[in-house]
């Protein structure tokens, strides 16, 4: 069944998927480009061999590493090596006239390089996503120029239509490649601002249940107090109530208790009301081992993640759907599962801009020290988010 877990940003794993198509691209670019008078391996009793292998390796052996290389390393490393590709290419381009052994390059052949552009443009994009991918691909033109009129028999407006060409396909590779990386950069963005907001309605929501404790103890320990002094005679024991509503009372001075953990019994009661209000009709049911508190920002996150799931389900599942939630608290922490048996959905197909999953709940969780967040679907086959926290 398909599971959503943990992720890398929009950015980071839009970087990384360029950065093998473009590994990919290399190897193709290789294999086609490579034979002919236009080629690397037909040229190679032209030019001489260490600028001629250097160029090869440059161009196209470390951008074809990118396939495996750009999964693992870190993104830095990959914009030096990227960084170092496009230079390297500019240099292998003004030395070619000079490495040239002939006076013209047999077979009306053009440099090899020349159709190679596209690869360190793109790779100048994904890395650098800024003006530096236009300034390179403009370059392209006088240095095409430049090189085609010194090393082939080319009238001057077939040079300049060859570097026009080449500025062209630069710019054209260069531009899409930077529009789908700065997408995911804005992605990222509105992702970051959704988050925010929700952490800014989850206080809200923390306040609220917070003011809802307090008015809880102000009922039954003052309001208890005083019904109980007011009854003649007054029942045993009431000085120690008394004395536990001073000390209520000096705990809402204090603030202490809008501070202090929550107690087992009161993580049920906010899970519950939490599920009960996003799903009246929502099956919630729970387990209690363990008489250990848990931190305020803990029940916090799983108090939203829990409500978007059941939100989710309601809008989602169809009308005919049933939903569950079981708490489990233990000495270990706490999980929270929603389920329903509802129309279920592809995991891989949820688009990425519904920020519901991704942000309310996974990265939400995800961001909490020890939080977890799984999200199971499958089409026909209902829906299962699974939230915890584990101690540390």
Do not use: K
């Not at 390393?73 to 390297?88: D, E, F, H, N, W």
């Not at 005919?320 to 891989?348: I, K, L, M, P």
């Not at 920020?355 to 969780?365: A, D, F, H, T, Y």
């Amino acid at each position: 069944m398909p599971e959503v877990d943990g992720e890398r940003s929009a950015l980071d794993r839009m970087t990384r998927t360029m950065y093998f198509a473009i590994g990919v691209a290399a190897i193709i670019f290789g294999v086609l480009l490579a034979p002919g008078a236009s080629g690397f391996l037909g040229q190679t009793d032209q030019v001489d061999g260490p600028l001629l292998w250097f160029s090869v390796a440059i161009v196209l052996v470390v951008p074809a590493t990118f396939t495996v290389l750009g999964r693992v390393l870190p993104l830095t490393v990959m914009r030096g090596l990227a960084t170092a590709v496009a230079i390297g290419f500019v240099c292998s381009q003004l030395l070619f006239p000079v490495a040239l052994r002939v006076d013209q390059l047999a077979g009306q052949g053009s440099p090899w390089l020349q159709g190679f552009g596209p690869i360190p443009a793109t790779l100048l994009a994904v890395a650098w996503r800024g003006r530096i991918t236009w300034i390179f691909a403009l370059l392209q033109g006088p240095i095409i120029v430049f090189v085609s009129l010194a090393t082939r028999d080319a009238t001057t407006i077939q040079a300049v239509l060859d570097g026009l060409g080449s500025m062209v396909s630069c710019s054209i590779f260069g531009g899409v490649s930077l529009a789908v990386v700065l997408a995911a950069a804005r992605l990222d963005a509105v992702a970051g601002r959704a988050r925010e907001q929700a952490a800014i309605e989850a206080r809200a929501v923390t306040r609220e249940r917070e003011q809802t404790r307090i008015n809880a103890m102000v009922h039954d320990d003052i309001m208890s107090v005083l019904l109980s002094a007011s009854r003649t005679p007054a029942p045993e024991g009431l000085s120690q109530q008394a004395h536990a509503a001073l000390a209520s009372v000096e705990d809402l001075a204090s603030a202490a208790l809008a501070t202090r953990p929550y107690a087992p019994e009161e993580v049920i009661a906010v899970l519950r009301g939490t599920a009960s209000e996003a799903a009246p009709d929502v099956d919630f049911s729970y387990v209690i081992d363990s008489d250990l508190t848990f931190p305020r920002d803990v029940v916090a996150a799983l108090s939203e993640a829990t409500a978007e799931a059941v939100r989710n389900s309601v809008l989602h599942a169809g009308a005919d759907a049933s939903r569950t939630v079981v708490v489990t608290v233990s000495e270990r922490g706490v999980e929270v599962v929603v389920t329903d048996d509802g129309v279920g959905f592809a995991v891989r197909d949820v688009p990425q801009r519904r920020l519901g999953i991704r942000v309310s709940i996974l990265e939400r969780m995800h961001t909490l020290p020890g939080g977890d967040a799984r999200v199971r679907s499958h089409v026909g086959a209902g829906t299962r988010v699974t939230l915890s926290w584990s101690r540390p």
